[in-house]
């Protein structure tokens, strides 16, 4: 999961790309990085850190230039530490390209082989991102060896190259110097991407429609699966369908936690999306536990808010804030490294007593996947004096890891794993543990956008929409999980 923008403008658009970067801080808080073009010369800043510590006035003042890109990142593959592999990244044949992208590519290994041994492409880093140029800086020399110029079939017909190579989750923004931004997004559509303008002729893309309006920029739509957009630096907007087969399967965890309640992805609110999945959850909740048993109920901060207001609702229980967050410490889901997760949950949140005292307390998260931070909460609400403690999750339990952007642990580390629902219970310590129907999620979610295919739900059924992941496959990428989680801990 990481957070991707691009603009094409009359006038500077540093400060725009750091404003949209700021609204999709919450995709990554890893690395930072802004591209800019000026006289088909790139300007490039990027480090390790949040938005607003990664640059400095000296630093925006270095990105001249009316269109570039930037991104927030989130590692999911590669070394999280490294700072060379900080997006976005560039290459210099043909034509000079930088691109920074949001997912995870399935068949890195193969593509990188081809690349070094067939394309005769080099690889610095072990970042899938910079694969992911390579190959689109290959079909691009292909389509347009022997030609003057670059014209928009070209980068479609180069599109469409990557489209058959690679595997996995991406959607993609990239510059091409002295022609135009590029934007594309993988034949499912996993990963988020949409389109805007402003009134002053300003194009944006950006991964969720909050980046656009936040900016003062108006969405038009999101980008079809398989779908490139190519904007020229005049402003002109050429779009084109690149993949031969394509469908519509969004990630239904960026709907649970990942994307902001204020955004609307794929033509659906996300808002409205957590609300329907507490009026589904309350039917849970009845069945399990009779709300004659429950005095409050109380949202774990932030992304279940909207859920338990719901559910709050619909079995006719107050709804409370127990909890304060301290807005200062990183996403527990997003910091590295078990130790430093569990270590900072207690500095993340801080109970109000008086919420908890003596009552038997209903806490709604947005989803349970290490369940470290689950027990140490269900712990602060004992403390706090609760008498019973009950956990419903808005999402179904997490069995299985994903593979396409999302740092899911290995399946050891899912609390989940080849567990009952009894045994996840009594690991969390709660009196009871009511999870979310992942069935009724679907329909919850999909009934706001019946254009839908699907939806990617492989880290609640093992089910992966690209059809070409294998237990070996999966095994793999968990070796190098746990390698690059080593070299971390080493360092």
Same mark, same amino acid.
């Given at each position: 999961m990481c957070g991707i923008v691009g603009a094409v403008s009359s006038s500077p658009v540093n400060q725009l790309i750091y404003d949209a970067l700021l609204l999709l801080q919450?995709?990554?808080?890893? %690395? %930072?990085?802004?591209? *800019?073009q000026q006289d088909r010369r790139f300007y490039m800043h990027k480090a390790k850190g949040m938005v607003r510590d990664v640059f400095r006035t000296r630093n925006m003042r270095a990105l001249p230039g009316a269109s570039g890109l930037g991104q927030v990142r989130?590692?999911?593959?590669? +070394?999280?530490?490294?700072?060379?592999?900080?997006q976005p990244f560039y290459v210099n044949e043909p034509f000079g390209i930088v691109?920074?992208?949001?997912?995870?590519?399935?068949?890195?290994e193969q593509l990188h082989a081809e690349l070094t041994s067939t394309d005769h492409r080099h690889i610095n880093t072990g970042s899938d991102t910079e694969v992911l140029l390579n190959v689109l800086a290959h079909e691009l020399e292909s389509v347009t060896r022997g030609k003057p110029g670059l014209e928009p079939d070209d980068v479609f017909a180069a599109v469409a190259g990557v489209h058959r190579r690679v595997r996995g989750s991406y959607a993609v923004v990239a510059h091409i110097a002295g022609r135009g931004l590029l934007a594309f997004r993988d034949p499912y559509g996993i990963r988020p991407l949409c389109f805007g303008s402003g009134t002053d002729g300003t194009v944006m893309v950006a991964s969720e429609t909050v980046a656009l309006e936040g900016t003062g920029h108006?969405?038009?739509?999101?980008?079809?699966?398989?779908?490139? !957009?190519?904007?020229?630096?005049?402003?002109? !907007?050429? %779009? =084109?369908?690149?993949? %031969?087969?394509?469908?519509?399967?969004?990630?239904i965890f960026e709907f649970v936690y990942l994307a902001r309640p204020d955004s609307v992805l794929d033509g659906i609110s996300v808002y409205q999306a957590r609300l329907n999945m507490g009026k589904t959850l309350a039917q849970r909740v009845i069945s399990t536990v009779p709300p004659s048993g429950i005095d409050v109920v109380i949202p774990i901060p932030e992304?279940?808010?909207?859920?338990?207001?719901?559910?709050?609702?619909?079995?006719?229980?107050?709804? =409370?804030?127990?909890? !304060?967050?301290?807005?200062? !410490?990183?996403?527990?889901?997003?910091?590295?490294?078990?130790?430093? =997760?569990?270590?900072?949950?207690?500095?993340?949140?801080?109970?109000?007593?008086?919420?908890?005292?003596?009552?038997?307390?209903?806490?709604?998260?947005?989803?349970?996947?290490?369940?470290?931070t689950s027990r140490e909460i269900v712990q602060m609400a004992r403390e706090a004096g609760a008498q019973k403690v009950y956990l419903a999750s808005a999402a179904p339990p997490v069995r299985y890891p994903n593979v396409y952007g999302i740092d899911m642990p290995t399946k050891d580390e899912l609390v989940a794993h080849n567990r009952s629902v009894e045994q996840i219970r009594q690991s969390i310590g709660c009196d009871a543990l009511i999870y979310q129907d992942l069935a009724a999620m679907k329909r919850a979610i999909g009934?706001?956008?019946?254009?839908?295919?699907?939806?990617?739900a492989s880290c609640f059924d093992g089910i992966y929409v690209t059809g070409?992941? *294998?237990? +070996?496959?999966?095994?793999?990428?968990?070796?190098? =999980?746990?390698?690059?989680s080593q070299q971390d801990a080493a360092a």
């Amino acid at each position: 999961m990481c957070g991707i923008v691009g603009a094409v403008s009359s006038s500077p658009v540093n400060q725009l790309i750091y404003d949209a970067l700021l609204l999709l801080q919450h995709r990554g808080q890893d %690395a %930072a990085g802004i591209v *800019t073009q000026q006289d088909r010369r790139f300007y490039m800043h990027k480090a390790k850190g949040m938005v607003r510590d990664v640059f400095r006035t000296r630093n925006m003042r270095a990105l001249p230039g009316a269109s570039g890109l930037g991104q927030v990142r989130y590692p999911t593959a590669g +070394d999280a530490d490294s700072e060379e592999e900080a997006q976005p990244f560039y290459v210099n044949e043909p034509f000079g390209i930088v691109l920074a992208h949001n997912g995870n590519l399935t068949n890195v290994e193969q593509l990188h082989a081809e690349l070094t041994s067939t394309d005769h492409r080099h690889i610095n880093t072990g970042s899938d991102t910079e694969v992911l140029l390579n190959v689109l800086a290959h079909e691009l020399e292909s389509v347009t060896r022997g030609k003057p110029g670059l014209e928009p079939d070209d980068v479609f017909a180069a599109v469409a190259g990557v489209h058959r190579r690679v595997r996995g989750s991406y959607a993609v923004v990239a510059h091409i110097a002295g022609r135009g931004l590029l934007a594309f997004r993988d034949p499912y559509g996993i990963r988020p991407l949409c389109f805007g303008s402003g009134t002053d002729g300003t194009v944006m893309v950006a991964s969720e429609t909050v980046a656009l309006e936040g900016t003062g920029h108006t969405p038009e739509r999101d980008l079809a699966p398989g779908e490139a !957009v190519f904007v020229t630096l005049d402003g002109a !907007v050429h %779009a =084109r369908q690149c993949a %031969a087969r394509f469908s519509l399967n969004p990630c239904i965890f960026e709907f649970v936690y990942l994307a902001r309640p204020d955004s609307v992805l794929d033509g659906i609110s996300v808002y409205q999306a957590r609300l329907n999945m507490g009026k589904t959850l309350a039917q849970r909740v009845i069945s399990t536990v009779p709300p004659s048993g429950i005095d409050v109920v109380i949202p774990i901060p932030e992304s279940s808010r909207p859920s338990a207001t719901e559910l709050a609702a619909m079995i006719g229980k107050p709804y =409370r804030e127990g909890f !304060v967050k301290n807005r200062y !410490v990183g996403r527990t889901f997003i910091m590295p490294g078990q130790a430093v =997760r569990k270590k900072s949950v207690r500095q993340k949140l801080n109970a109000i007593a008086s919420e908890f005292a003596g009552r038997n307390v209903l806490l709604v998260d947005d989803s349970i996947v290490r369940g470290t931070t689950s027990r140490e909460i269900v712990q602060m609400a004992r403390e706090a004096g609760a008498q019973k403690v009950y956990l419903a999750s808005a999402a179904p339990p997490v069995r299985y890891p994903n593979v396409y952007g999302i740092d899911m642990p290995t399946k050891d580390e899912l609390v989940a794993h080849n567990r009952s629902v009894e045994q996840i219970r009594q690991s969390i310590g709660c009196d009871a543990l009511i999870y979310q129907d992942l069935a009724a999620m679907k329909r919850a979610i999909g009934s706001l956008n019946p254009k839908l295919d699907g939806f990617d739900a492989s880290c609640f059924d093992g089910i992966y929409v690209t059809g070409d992941i *294998t237990e +070996d496959s999966i095994a793999r990428m968990q070796q190098q =999980r746990i390698q690059n989680s080593q070299q971390d801990a080493a360092a």
